[in-house]
C-alpha cells in the first residue's frame, strides 16, 4: 500500500511540474464529466415523473436533461486535446529524466550491464511506443470514466445509498481483480525475460539492418535466424505465458462475482419499483446511474496503458536513483528542456546563455600518467593488464603497439575516464578523468569503432565544437580546416548537399561513404577536437581502412598539424607507428619495450620482429612503392 502511495504521488508530481495549468483544466473537465452525466440522469428522471403528472416543469428538467447530454462529448474532445498537449510535456520531461540517468555515471560501465541496459531499453521502448505516447491521455480517459461512475453512483445515492455503495462495490472488485491480472502481465513483461527479450527484439531487427541484411543474404543465414528467433522468443515468454494463465483465473472469478452482485443490484430496484416503493421517474434515473457506473469497473486497454504510465514513471525514477539523482531534472536539464519546448512550440530561439554549455578547455598539451595500473572489466575475473606505468610528458607524440588483445583499446578507455582503474592511478595533467569532467575534456579521442552519425558532414566533423556552442561561422571555417588536414576535401566535393549531406542513405539526399572516408570525417573530428583545446589527441586505429600509402601520409601530415599537443597513436601498421617521437610495446604483463622506432630496431625484441615480419610480407608480396614504405628502415 505504502509503495503503491508513493508511485502514485510521485506520478502526480510530475505531471503537475510539466504543466500545472493543464493538469488543473483536467481537473476542471474531469468534474464537469462528472457533473453532466448526474445532471443527464437526475433530469431525464424528473422530467418523465414530471410527464406523468403533467407538470409545466416538464419542459424544465428537459432542457437540463439536454445541458446534461450535451456537457459529454464536449468535455471527451476538450479533455483528450488536453491531455494530447500534457502528453508533449511529460514526454519531453521523460527523454531529458531518462537521458540524464543514461550520462550521470562518469564512466560507461553502466552501459554495458545487461540489467541495466535491459532497462534503459525498456524504457525507451515504452516511450516511443504507443504505449507511452498515448499515456496520458489514457490516464485521463480513466478519470474521465471515474467522473462519469461517480456521477451514476450520486445519482443512484440519492434513491439508496446501500444500494450505490453494494454496486460501487461490485465493480470496484472487477476493476481490481482485472487489473490484479493486468499488473502480473506488466510486471512479467518488465521484469521477467527482459536479457532474453532484448536478444530477441536484436534477431528480429537483423533483416531490417542494413548493414546486417548484406551478410544475412550472402551466407543465406535467414531460416536460421527465425528458428534462433523463435527459441529465444519462446525462451523469454514461457514463463511469462504461464503466470500469466495463473493470474487469469483470480480475474475471472472476479467477474463472476461481480456479475451476481450486479444482478442483486437490478433485483433491488426492480423489486422497489414493482413494488412501487420507487417512482417511475426516480426508477429511470437510478437505472440510468447502474448503468453510468459500470465505468467503475474493468476499462481493458485504456486502463492497461493508465497503469504502464505509473509504472514507468516510476522506472525512471528508480534509474535516477541507482544513480544518484533525484527525481526531477537538475538544473541544466531543466535548462535544455526550456529550451527545448521554445524551439518544438515555436515560442522562441533558444537564448539560453553560454555558460550551459560545456566549458572550453584550455588550449595547451596536457601530461599522461598511469602508475601502477590494474584493470579489471566488470564482466571479466581476469584483469586486462596488471600494474601498468606509463609516462608521457606534454606534447610528446607516443604509438601503442602490442598484439590483439593486449589491452590497447582498454587503455585508451581508461585515459578516457570511460572506466577508473581497479588499483593504480590515471592522471591527466595530474587530475584524474574518472571522475574529473575538465580532465576528460582534454582527452580527444577517435575509437577503432568510432560513431557514424547519421547526422550531416558538418556535424560528424565539428561535434567538439558544436558541444561548444561556437557560432555556426567558426564552426564550419574550423570543420573545414579539420576536413582538409585529414585529407578529406574530396570527401566534401563529392557530395551533392556539400556540408549539410546527411551521411546515411536512409535520409533523402543522404548518403554513404566509403570505409576510408568515414576514418578521414572521424580524423577530422579529432581535429576539431584539439580545436576545441584537447590537450591530448588519441587515434585507436583510426586508419585501419585507409591503404598503407594513405595512412603514411596522413600521419606524417597528422603529427604535423598536431604539433603542440601531447598525440598517442594506436596503430598494427608499423610504417605509421614509426612516426612517432616513442614507441611503447604492451605485452601481456604490461610494458615490454619503449623508445623510438630506430632504438627498437636496433635492440631486438618483439618490435624488431613485428616490423621485420611486415617488411618481408609487404617486400613477398611485390608491393613495388609500399614495400619501400615499409623496409625503408629494416
Ligand atoms: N567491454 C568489455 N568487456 C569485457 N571484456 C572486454 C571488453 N572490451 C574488451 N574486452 C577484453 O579485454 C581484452 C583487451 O581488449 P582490447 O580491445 O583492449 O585489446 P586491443 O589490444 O585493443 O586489441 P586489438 O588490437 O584487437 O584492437 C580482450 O581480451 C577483450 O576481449
Redesign the pocket.
Known amino acids: 500500500m505504502r509503495r503503491w502511495v508513493g508511485v502514485e504521488r510521485h506520478f502526480w508530481r510530475m505531471m503537475w511540474r510539466s504543466s500545472p495549468p493543464l493538469v488543473l483544466t483536467l481537473f476542471v473537465i474531469i468534474a464537469l464529466r462528472g457533473l453532466g452525466i448526474w445532471l443527464m440522469v437526475h433530469a431525464s428522471g424528473q422530467a418523465l415523473e414530471a410527464l406523468t403528472e403533467h407538470s409545466d416543469r416538464v419542459w424544465f428538467w428537459l432542457v437540463l436533461t439536454g445541458i446534461g447530454v450535451g456537457i459529454e462529448p464536449l468535455a471527451e474532445a476538450w479533455q483528450a486535446a488536453a491531455s494530447v498537449a500534457l502528453q508533449r510535456r511529460m514526454s519531453r520531461q521523460q527523454v531529458m529524466l531518462l537521458a540524464e540517468a543514461a550520462n550521470a555515471p562518469h564512466g560507461i560501465a553502466h552501459l554495458?550491464n545487461p540489467e541495466t541496459r535491459a532497462r534503459f531499453t525498456e524504457i525507451e521502448d515504452y516511450l516511443r511506443g504507443m504505449f507511452g505516447v498515448n499515456a496520458m491521455f489514457a490516464v485521463w480517459m480513466v478519470l474521465g470514466y471515474a467522473a462519469i461512475g461517480l456521477g451514476g453512483f450520486v445519482a443512484v445515492a440519492q434513491w439508496s445509498w446501500p444500494l450505490a455503495l453494494w454496486t460501487l462495490l461490485a465493480f470496484r472488485l472487477l476493476h481490481t481483480s482485472w487489473t490484479g491480472y493486468l499488473d502480473v502481465t506488466l510486471r512479467d513483461l518488465i521484469e521477467e525475460g527482459s536479457v532474453e527479450r532484448r536478444q530477441a527484439d536484436y534477431l528480429r531487427s537483423l533483416p531490417l539492418d542494413r548493414g546486417a541484411g548484406k551478410e544475412l543474404r550472402l551466407f543465406g543465414m535467414t531460416p536460421w535466424l527465425l528458428r534462433r528467433y523463435a527459441e529465444v522468443w519462446t525462451l523469454a515468454f514461457t514463463g511469462v505465458w504461464r503466470r500469466r494463465n495463473r493470474a487469469v483465473r483470480g480475474a475471472f472469478v472476479g467477474a463472476f462475482v461481480t456479475a451476481a452482485m450486479l444482478a442483486g443490484s437490478y433485483a433491488w430496484a426492480g423489486h422497489a419499483a414493482w413494488t412501487g416503493s420507487l417512482a417511475i421517474g426516480a426508477a429511470v434515473t437510478v437505472l440510468q446511474g447502474l448503468m453510468q457506473m459500470a465505468a467503475l469497473g474493468a476499462l481493458g486497454d485504456i486502463n492497461v496503458q493508465a497503469i504502464r504510465a505509473r509504472f514507468y514513471e516510476n522506472e525512471i525514477r528508480q534509474l535516477r536513483a541507482c544513480f544518484g539523482l533525484p527525481s526531477g531534472l537538475s538544473s541544466r536539464g531543466s535548462e535544455a528542456e526550456e529550451a527545448y519546448r521554445n524551439r518544438s512550440e515555436g515560442t522562441g530561439p533558444d537564448t539560453r546563455p553560454r555558460a550551459s554549455v560545456a566549458t572550453r578547455p584550455a588550449a595547451a598539451a596536457a601530461a599522461v600518467d598511469v602508475t601502477d595500473a590494474t584493470f579489471t572489466?566488470p564482466?571479466?575475473a581476469e584483469p586486462?593488464f596488471r600494474h601498468l606505468d606509463l609516462h608521457i610528458p606534454a606534447g610528446q607524440s607516443v604509438a601503442v603497439v602490442?598484439?590483439?588483445?593486449?589491452?590497447?583499446?582498454?587503455?585508451i578507455k581508461l585515459l578516457c575516464g570511460l572506466y577508473p582503474p581497479d588499483s593504480g592511478t590515471v592522471r591527466i595533467d595530474g587530475r584524474d578523468p574518472a571522475v574529473d569532467d575538465d580532465a576528460r575534456r582534454r582527452v580527444a579521442t577517435i575509437f577503432?569503432d568510432f560513431v557514424r552519425y547519421q547526422l550531416s558532414l558538418e556535424t560528424n566533423v565539428a561535434l567538439p565544437l558544436l558541444a561548444l556552442g561556437d557560432d555556426a561561422e567558426s564552426v564550419r571555417h574550423t570543420a573545414d580546416r579539420a576536413l582538409r588536414d585529414a585529407a578529406g576535401t574530396d570527401v566534401l566535393t563529392r557530395l551533392e548537399n556539400n556540408w549539410d549531406t546527411i551521411l546515411e542513405p536512409g535520409y533523402a539526399g543522404g548518403t554513404d561513404l566509403s570505409g576510408g572516408q568515414w576514418q578521414r570525417v572521424a580524423l577530422a573530428r579529432a581535429l576539431s577536437a584539439v580545436a576545441a583545446g584537447a590537450g591530448v589527441l588519441v587515434l585507436d586505429?583510426p586508419t585501419a581502412a585507409l591503404d598503407v600509402r594513405a595512412e603514411a601520409e596522413i600521419f606524417s601530415r597528422f603529427l604535423e598539424v598536431t604539433r603542440g599537443v601531447t598525440t598517442i597513436l594506436?596503430s598494427?601498421r608499423l610504417s605509421s607507428v614509426r612516426h612517432a617521437e616513442r614507441i611503447v610495446v604492451?605485452g601481456p604483463d604490461g610494458v615490454v619495450q619503449d623508445g623510438s622506432h630506430d632504438e627498437l630496431l636496433a635492440s631486438g625484441g618483439p618490435y624488431a620482429e613485428m616490423f621485420r615480419l611486415q617488411a618481408a610480407r609487404f617486400a613477398a608480396a611485390g608491393a613495388g612503392p609500399i614495400a619501400e614504405l615499409a623496409g625503408e628502415n629494416s
Open positions: 554495458e572489466y564482466s571479466r586486462v602490442g598484439v590483439n588483445g593486449v589491452g590497447k583499446s582498454t587503455l577503432q586505429e594506436v598494427h604492451l
